[in-house]
């Protein structure tokens, strides 16, 4: 394909992958605590700034594997190769630095610190530059957006969530169950009328099981 329509399906990959790791960010975020509370004690909490933290490096290393398979594909490997080489040394120095400090905390920030340096922004650099030939600015846009619904929405899930919650198995039995529905709902809201949405809920209505259900109904 041309690199027009090229862009437009990595586009696409990458809306998928904000959903994916977006509604996993905020369940773990709405979930995680009270789950190590019920499981564990509270005595095993990690505590707010370790726990969003980690959460952040998951969704940040999330969502690089749109870029990481567009590269893969295009057989891009020269341009970054010494990246691995830095990015570990970043976080070695920064984990001991700030591990020495603040403990396990450190150590994430480490780890963010150094994809943050490099690879989630170099790498989609580099694949607009050989891939796509336009600029990745409207990536990194679209980037930083994402996450701003993602954090938006958990704060907001786990705001009416914490509302009525009290413990006990059942309660978090519901408030899972609430998370995974308000959670979707709210990326919705947000999505619902974007490109990449609407393109993609285009595609789902052109596959063969939809078509099957909707001979059915007629």
């Not at 090229?6 to 009270?34: H, Q």
């Not at 691995?84 to 120095?93: E, G, K, R, Y």
């Not at 309660?171 to 949405?197: D, G, P």
């Amino acid at each position: 394909e041309n690199e027009k329509k090229r862009e437009e399906t990595f586009l696409k990959m990458n809306f998928i992958a904000f959903w994916l790791y977006g509604f996993s960010f905020i369940c773990f975020f709405v979930l995680i605590d009270p789950f190590i509370e019920l499981i564990f004690g509270e005595k095993y909490l990690l505590g707010f700034s370790i726990v969003f933290v980690a959460l952040l490096n998951f969704y940040v290393t999330g969502m690089r594997v749109p870029v990481g398979i567009v590269k893969n594909s295009a057989g891009i490997y020269d341009q970054d190769k010494y990246v691995p080489l830095i990015q570990s040394a970043i976080n070695l120095v920064v984990s001991i630095i700030l591990g020495a400090k603040y403990g396990l905390l450190g150590i994430f920030i480490g780890t963010l610190v150094s994809s943050l340096a490099l690879p989630n922004w170099h790498r989609p650099y580099i694949v607009y530059k050989n891939v796509f030939k336009s600029s990745p600015f409207k990536y990194y846009l679209k980037t930083i957006i994402y996450f701003i619904i993602v954090l938006f929405s958990a704060i907001i899930t786990k705001y009416l969530l914490d509302l009525f919650y009290t413990g006990g198995f059942w309660m978090f039995a519901l408030r899972t169950v609430l998370c995974l529905v308000l959670s979707n709902l709210l990326l919705l809201i947000f999505t619902f009328n974007t490109r990449e949405f609407k393109e993609l809920i285009k595609m789902g209505k052109e596959t063969s099981i939809w078509k099957k259900i909707k001979r059915l109904q007629s």
